[in-house]
C-alpha cells in the first residue's frame, strides 16, 4: 500500500525520517520495476539548520522543490557524478527534507546490477545516497519534483521500527555546518548491512 500524502506533510521531519525506515521505495523507469527497503537516511530541516541547501529561505532553482508540498521527491546531482533522492515532508515553504542514504534490494535486482555496471550483488549496489540512485534509475531529469504518489516513484508501507532497532548518529558529509553538525539526525537500522557506513 502506497504511502499517502499525509505521511510527508507532518511538522516534525526527524519523526518522519525514522518512520521512512524500513519502508520500501519503488520506481518503475523505462518499464522496468525495481524496490528496496530503505535502511539508511538522514533529516534536513528548512529553518535553522546550516546543513540543509534551503536553510532559512535560501532559494535556488535547484531547491526551489523544497518549497513544495510534502510528498514529493528532490534529487540534486552531488559533486557532478551523483544524483541524491530526497523525500520533501511538511507543509508548502517549509523546506524539509528526509535524504536516502542507503537501501536493501527487494525487486528487479537484476535491472540494478545492470545500472550499476556490476556482475554480483554486494552492499556496494546500493548502500550510499549516490550509488542507491542509480540503482534504482533515479535521475534528475526524470523525477524531481516528481509526486511520491506517481507511478514512477513511490513509497510502500510497512511496520515502524521500535526505538531499539533504531541506530541514531551524526549526519555525514556536513562539516560545513557548524554546529549543527552536530545535530543527531541520521538514523539507520540496527545490524542490517545494508548501510553507508558505520
Request: glycine share 8%; aromatic share 8%; charged share 25%.
Amino acid at each position: 500500500m502506497k504511502l499517502q500524502k499525509s505521511f510527508y506533510l507532518r511538522e516534525n521531519v526527524v519523526q518522519v525520517a525514522k518512520e521512512v525506515l524500513g519502508k520500501t521505495v519503488h520506481t518503475c523507469v523505462n518499464g522496468y520495476h525495481t524496490s528496496a527497503i530503505i535502511t539508511e537516511v538522514e533529516a534536513y530541516s528548512g529553518r535553522n539548520d546550516k546543513a540543509c541547501h534551503a536553510n532559512n529561505g535560501v532559494r535556488t532553482k535547484r531547491t526551489e522543490i523544497m518549497y513544495a508540498r510534502g510528498g514529493v521527491a528532490y534529487v540534486y546531482l552531488c559533486y557532478g557524478i551523483h544524483h541524491l533522492f530526497n523525500i520533501v515532508t511538511n507543509g508548502r515553504n517549509k523546506a524539509d527534507a528526509v535524504l536516502v542514504r542507503a537501501v536493501q534490494p527487494v525487486e528487479g535486482i537484476e535491472t540494478m546490477l545492470k545500472r550499476r555496471q556490476k556482475v554480483a550483488v554486494d552492499k556496494s549496489l546500493c548502500s550510499g545516497p549516490g550509488t542507491l540512485s542509480q540503482a534504482l534509475g533515479i535521475h534528475t531529469r526524470e523525477h524531481y519534483g516528481l509526486s511520491l504518489l506517481s507511478e514512477h516513484i513511490w513509497l510502500e508501507d510497512a511496520p515502524c521500527l521500535e526505538e531499539h532497532e533504531i541506530v541514531t548518529s551524526t549526519r555525514v558529509g556536513v562539516d560545513y555546518a557548524e554546529e549543527d553538525a552536530l545535530k543527531p539526525w541520521r538514523f539507520y537500522i540496527k545490524d542490517n548491512p545494508w548501510i553507508s557506513r558505520k
